[in-house]
């Protein structure tokens, strides 16, 4: 659910782009008194595994369509929404200008619309049904309730901002009825894999999954097993396991088809589209989370695939996907770490200042 800057205009793109960042700053005034030498490297770890787990769509059945995980509730549920909401647009804002993911008009939109609902929104419809004491059952209820949820006003949030954007090649209602079905099937995923990360956390530090909105993890809760769990398998999944992304459009790319006959739309040559294509291109060093092409390695336009397998090789073994996971997951985690520790410094510094 990255959305091209061709499905927004420099209006709307601006708007979500100022709610974006000001959620995002709201979250950092939020954060910082809960912050926690101990909750900082669980951000970074946490936002390296989401990072690679969006790396790999997984084939809805019978719909010839294909989704990957949103993330969103799995970092709210392990980290709070303030830490979480700064750990997504980490993860968003790298993709877009590292690997061309989403655009960059677009950005404030994607992270508004996989960040804004299961941080401030679902989350405590989750908290709700798991309790005071939670189980298997009620964490997988009320995974796959918020997972779903978060992703059906997601999907209507990007319906809305092509319409408020004029893009008359998508109607609402005929483009309405196709996202929100599509993502049904993916929220159901989601959920899933959610309440199954959910359920590792909570048998093996079941106090992580009482404090993750609070800040005090005490010293005696020793986070290094989920840490190294997490960073093992997001190294994993990033170098490997992305190989085996379905090669189905995923669910925005098959509703554009089925509206417009195009998975993609051509963004306008002028303005402010243009600028930020080109500035796009300076920064995404391996788009598509591949090496780029060069001349001597792109093939003439009259080639095409000898056959219909090859064009569609799965698993698609490539050595530059390793590296983008590898990668991009390095500089998530760097830069959720940055900002945790930025935010602790600042806090201590204001600690002292009133002392």
Known sequence: MHMADALISPQVGGAMWATSLGLAAYSAHRLKPEMTERKIPLMGVLGAFVFAAQMINVTIPATGSSGHLGGGMILTILLGPYAAFLVMFSILAVQALFFADGGLLALGCNVFNLGFWP???FYPLFKKIIGKSPT???IMTGSIASGVLSL????????????LSG??????GAFLLLMQPIHLGIGIIEGIVTAAVVSFVWQARPELLELSADSKLEPAM?????LVTFAIVALLVGTLLSWFASTHPDGLEWALFRVTGKEELEASPDGLHAAMAKLQEKTSFMPDYGFPETPATQEPEAEQPATEAEAEAWPAISA????AGVVGGGIVLALAVLIG???RLVQRRQNVAVS
């Open 341 to 343: 520790t930025l935010l």
């Open 167 to 172: 893009i008359s090649e998508l109607p609402f």
């Open 222 to 226: 020793s986070l290094k097993p989920i």
């Open 320 to 323: 530059g996907t390793s590296v």
């Open 119 to 121: 941080c401030f929104v």
């Open 152 to 163: 059906q006003l997601g999907a209507f949030c990007v319906v809305l901002q092509t319409l």
């Open 136 to 138: 298997h059952g009620r």
